[in-house]
């Protein structure tokens, strides 16, 4: 992120189901300016585009664009990944479809599983290589061609070599690749020992074969955007973000682009932990709710939750470093229905943004959560966020919700309204219950940040419904996503299985596969061309004791000075291993033999963080002119007065009491009664119950 003749401003561009993000620094000017237009699908490029075209006029002005992508989910989810192929080890060709022996039902008698590459689309071959890298049998490489000669006429876009073992010994599919890569017509063409070298069968096999399953689609996608700003006279860096909550070139991207999964929940998690520990909140859980979905995280000491895979359906498993978020189908367009035993459910079928609510009158005849907020007044139909449209038609979303909801139920639509915000806030507290409570956090003690359209309006109600400290909202909640975008560091994360007791660990060799992480992350670090602020370096082992199947993660401090690793003794890996595990689990187990299993590293280049006091509100501004006078708002069940605010235009040190409604191009905020907000020294919005506030 660096001003250079180029320009200097700074753009992030979130592409969420319903709504594209876009947030734009200055950066010789400190100056902030923020958009929110539809997605467009279903090429997303239009509406991101469309995002940046409305916020900077001319593209030679930007030195950088950032963009946090759910393509790689979305083909995931809808099955709309690129018609491939597999070669496999002889006998391996259902290691994909068989799985870990799981179900979609744990209890349910029957359950249908079809894996993204067909049968007839895995074909195997001869070869062999034994779990300590011994080569049993070198592989046929004619059969390797006329499979891949055979696939290539079947139609396969991409193709994925998954050898039994090779992560112990990669020569094998080193070889058949070379050969495939000879006469396959696009670069779409992966070993599973380059994209995972971890043990583990089925885990490497779905990661890889997924990985090839999004290659051509997201390649293809990047290439038009790249592409695009290139016509329009862009000329500056432009950088993907990673599941893990860093960024990756487009290189990087289209190569490895399993690594974009949450690409885009995960930018919105990295900027609300920056925007906490500004406003000296260092444990944060945060609440994305976009039109589509709702994703939490959890944020510990300053901390995001790093998960090593994740499934992002049944049977797709991904095994790639990950913020770990929880997502429902909990959005604003979420649809509202009661089902033939007469409950009422929310989600998780969205109406996306288009035709989007009912009230956008687009031909959606089915309530969302975004009409029941609309009837009950707590969104102004006069002044709707994102979308281009003057108005929005309540008295349509009353009659949707009227038909759908009020009248199964025998209530009235007001109450009907309210019963569906409930029913989606009770969702939305369990998912927060689940990153939290369950996992032996005390939410008391943290800090809720909602974000996304949606997630202000219901910030006092999950306060109340899981008992947490109080809420801090940003200052543009409606694009925080598009901000982690700026600010995400660019990060490189490499993993190779070493699977040894630790007293027969190769100290020199554990040095040398350190250093050649180190080097190759900061060989791509060094090709993206961008000035760091500094360098990371991050080290941990995958070890458990002998006979156990989970593993801790064990952090190692390793000193590295000019390019030289200084090798980790066994002696401090076992001091490492026993206090991790003692974290974790409270004990140790004494004379227990412990292993080695994996080796991660991070490369991360730390990214300049803008001052976030610069998006403060001026000096001049003043309560009484930000104040927009009252609307009748319901809440607690009965419409109540409740007070309306321009939120950008709050002072410092201001304090609303509920029920008020702060409003603001990108985002409603819903103070309830019983609560009060007050705005921090970088415009937060911080609410809390009034007898903690």
Request: hydrophobic share 45%; glycine share 12%; aromatic share 6%.
């Amino acid at each position: 992120m660096s001003g250079s003749a180029r320009g200097t401003k700074v753009v992030g561009v979130d592409v969420g189901g319903t709504f594209t993000d876009v947030f734009v620094l200055d950066e010789a000017t400190g100056e902030a300016s923020v958009a929110k237009v539809p997605t467009t699908r279903p090429d997303q490029s239009g509406g991101f585009l469309a995002g940046i075209r409305a916020r900077v006029a001319d593209p030679g002005e930007i030195a950088t664009v950032v963009h946090g992508t759910t393509a790689g989910t979305n083909a995931l989810l809808e099955r709309k990944g690129a018609r491939i192929g597999v070669i496999t080890t002889a006998g391996f060709r259902d290691v994909l479809e068989m799985r870990r022996r799981d179900r979609p039902r744990t209890w349910g008698l029957r359950g249908r599983f079809e894996a993204v590459v067909p049968r007839d689309l895995r074909r195997e071959v001869p070869e062999r290589t034994l779990a300590d890298g011994t080569i049993l049998e070198g592989v046929d490489l004619d059969a390797v061609r006329a499979a891949g000669e055979a696939l290539l006429a079947a139609g396969c876009r991409a193709i994925a070599v998954l050898f039994v073992n090779a992560y112990a010994n990669p020569e094998n599919e080193r070889a058949a690749v070379a050969i495939l890569r000879d006469f396959w017509p696009n670069p779409h063409v992966c070993a599973s020992s380059e994209i995972l070298p971890e043990i583990r069968e089925f885990e490497r096999f779905s990661t890889s074969a997924l990985n090839a399953y999004l290659q051509p689609e997201v390649a293809g996608y990047l290439d038009r955007l790249s592409r695009a700003l290139s016509e329009d006279g862009f000329s500056g860096e432009f950088l993907i973000v990673q599941s893990n909550g860093g960024v990756m070139s487009v290189d990087t991207a289209c190569r490895l682009p399993v690594r974009t999964a949450l690409s885009g929940p995960a930018a919105g998690v990295i900027a609300a932990g920056h925007i906490a520990s500004e406003a000296g909140f260092r444990n944060v859980i945060t609440g994305d709710m976009g039109g589509t979905s709702f994703d939490v995280s959890l944020i510990a000491d300053g901390r995001s939750v790093l998960a090593p895979q994740t499934s992002i359906d049944f049977g797709l498993v991904v095994r790639t470093p990950m913020i770990e978020i929880a997502t429902i189908g909990a959005g604003g367009g979420s649809i509202a229905s009661v089902d033939k035993g007469g409950l009422l459910n929310i989600g998780p079928e969205s109406a996306g943004s288009d035709p989007g609510p009912v009230a956008y009158g687009r031909g959606n005849d089915r309530p969302t959560v975004t009409d029941a907020n609309i009837v009950l007044g707590r969104i102004d139909s006069q002044r709707p966020i994102g979308g281009g449209l003057a108005r929005l038609d309540v008295d349509a979303a009353r009659r949707a919700i009227a038909t759908h909801v009020a009248e199964p139920l025998g209530l009235d639509v007001d109450r009907a309204a309210e019963a569906i915000v409930t029913v989606a806030n009770a969702r939305m507290a369990g998912a927060i219950r689940l990153v939290s409570i369950e996992r032996g956090f005390d939410p008391k003690t943290f800090a809720y940040m909602p974000f996304g359209g949606g997630g202000a309006l219901h910030a006092c109600a999950l306060i109340a419904a899981v008992g947490i400290g109080r809420a801090i909202v940003p200052l543009y909640p409606g694009v925080v996503s598009a901000m982690g975008c700026v600010i995400a560091d660019m990060r490189q994360d490499f993993v190779q299985t070493i699977n040894t007791a630790t007293q027969a660990l190769d100290e020199q060799a554990l040095g040398a596969l350190i250093a050649a992480h180190v080097a190759e992350g900061g060989r791509l670090l060094d090709a993206a061309g961008i000035a760091f602020a500094g360098r990371e370096i991050a080290v941990e082992l995958d070890m458990a004791y002998l006979g156990q199947t989970h593993t801790v993660a064990v952090p190692l401090d390793v000193a590295i000075a000019e390019g030289r690793v200084a090798a980790p003794t066994r002696a401090g890996v076992e001091a490492s291993f026993a206090a991790a595990y003692e974290r974790v689990y409270g004990r140790l187990l004494p004379g227990g033999t412990t292993r080695v299993l994996n080796l991660r590293t991070a490369i991360i280049g730390k990214r300049p963080k803008f001052d976030l006091a610069r998006l403060a509100p001026s000096a001049d501004a003043s309560l009484e002119r930000a104040r927009r006078g009252t609307r009748r708002v319901y809440v607690a069940g009965a419409w109540q007065e409740a007070a309306i605010y321009d939120r950008l235009a709050l002072p410092v040190g201001a304090a609303i009491a509920g029920p008020a409604v702060l409003e603001q191009p990108d985002t409603t905020i819903l103070i309830e009664p019983g609560f009060s907000g007050r705005v921090d020294r970088l415009g937060n919005i911080v609410i809390a119950a009034e007898e903690s506030a």
